[in-house]
């Protein structure tokens, strides 16, 4: 019996608004018949259920200690260890998570998205290969606007009054640097048709077994 292949994780970073979970989302359609997940970050931010929703607001979401990478990194290891992980699961419309999990059993490929995830050595110690999608500030403001009055239920006026608080400082504190750690740069988000194909492609490659294992290089 063929036994099953090494786990391969791909991080992809990129601030927010780039194109993560599009880019995220087109390789996953890209190999639609693939051993292939995808883990947010973003499922890892911290419970605020001991805070009232006024103050919960008022949280800097974009600084790392928001969120419980410890427990990240742990279920990456587990699954590295060939054991399946609870993922949690987060509600922006209420800014905490959700008292369900989700089961994930170990895939081939694992996918890892957030804007921070190359920040921390230890997790990006867990990541084969590290893509940092990259796309004009404006471009990002306007995907942001769009989505979070849209689907995560804010205001105009929320919407900007945190990109200028929170959001911009901490991505020029942490986002923006964590790009010197990436393998690949994806200008243009998450829709950059060379990237998709590049990525989707090494990654079918993976999925087939059809690449030596050691690289010389
Ligand atoms: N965030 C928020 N409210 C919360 C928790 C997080 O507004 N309660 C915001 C943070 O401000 C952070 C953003 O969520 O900037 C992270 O998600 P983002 O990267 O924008 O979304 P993705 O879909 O993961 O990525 P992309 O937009 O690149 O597809």
Redesign the pocket.
Known sequence: MESKPKLVVIGIA?G???????FADLVLANLDDADLAVI?H?AY?RPLDHLSLAERKKVN??HPDSLDTDRLIRDLSTLRSGQAVDIPEYD?NQ?TRKSTVQRLELPSVLIV???LIFGEARLRELLDMKVF?DTDDDDRLI??LRR?ISE?GRTLEEVLH?YQT??KPMHLEFVEPSKRWADIIIPHG?RNKVGLDLISRKLHMLLKRDYPEELHV
């Open positions: 990129g927010s608004g780039s194109g993560k979970s599009t947010r973003d931010y979401f974009d922006f800014y998205e957030g804007i999608i995907r942001r979070d995560r945190q929170t959001v998450g």
